[in-house]
């Protein structure tokens, strides 16, 4: 099965600058790879996902890279903002059609701290 | 965008009963349902995929028999953990899809069973 590998655990930056995540996959056969945001005890949020036909995609300050040879993937967060704080999650799942057809195979997570 | 509800929110048990979690698509119909599983800290993990009418598709290491789920029609996956013990406790959280409609899968805000 999928094998989906995040790094680092933590993350700590200073407000304003910028946070870099990164993940591999196993599966060369993963097509869907979505980031997700948690905030404690709640649901995890898609901040932005990107299908294995496109390197790359941005949405204001958020931005993700996929290398499909390599098998990993990147989340870029420029200015950050204390409000960025959050513990981050990748994923990877087969399916095309946003990983609607099969689950989602989840990375670790990477806390991420924004100093004031 | 699409909202998924999840109740009760909380549930507190004794050890040995059966515990009963429902997830709801309220706008609109869900092809196929996800379980996941998420302890303290930790990542996300699928336990089962649901497809209305038909019986749930688990994933390696997850008892059927403990964690028995009824998708009994487009809007409504049931999650039952039964004979719950105190390691059963945990954050348990249900995705939907649909098939042609979303674009991903949207979460539901997730139930925190604690097991005595």
């Known amino acids: 099965g999928e094998n989906v590998e995040q790094h680092p655990s933590t993350l700590s930056v200073q407000e304003g600058d910028s946070a870099v995540i990164k993940c591999t996959y196993s599966d060369s056969a993963s097509n869907y790879f979505p980031w997700y945001k948690q905030e404690l005890g709640k649901r995890p949020q898609l901040i932005i996902d990107?299908?294995?036909?496109?390197g790359e995609k941005k949405d204001q300050r958020i931005a993700v890279t996929l290398n499909k040879t390599a098998k990993h993937f990147s989340l870029h967060i420029t200015e950050t903002q204390p409000e960025d704080s959050a513990v981050y999650f990748c994923?990877?799942?087969?399916?095309?059609?946003?990983?609607?057809?099969?689950?989602?195979?989840f990375g670790k997570g990477t806390h991420l701290i924004i100093q004031p | 965008g699409a909202v998924v509800s999840q109740h009760p929110s909380r549930v507190i048990c004794k050890s040995g009963t059966s515990v009963k979690i429902e997830c709801r698509s309220l706008?609109?119909?869900?092809?196929?349902m996800f379980w996941y599983r998420q302890f303290p800290k930790q990542s996300l993990m699928l336990m089962a995929t649901?497809?209305?009418?038909?019986?749930?598709?688990?994933e390696q290491g997850v008892e059927k028999d403990k964690f028995l789920i009824n998708h009994a029609s487009l809007t409504l996956s049931t999650l039952t953990v039964t004979s719950a013990h105190p390691e059963d406790s945990s954050f348990y959280i249900c995705s939907a899809w649909a098939s042609g409609r979303i674009d991903t899968q949207y979460f539901g805000p997730g139930t925190r069973l604690t097991v005595l």
């Open positions: 649901s497809n209305e009418g038909s019986k749930a598709t688990y």
């Open positions: 994923a990877a799942s087969p399916s095309y059609s946003g990983g609607g057809a099969d689950g989602l195979t």
């Open positions: 990107i299908r294995s036909n496109v």
């Open positions: 706008d609109f119909q869900a092809t196929t």
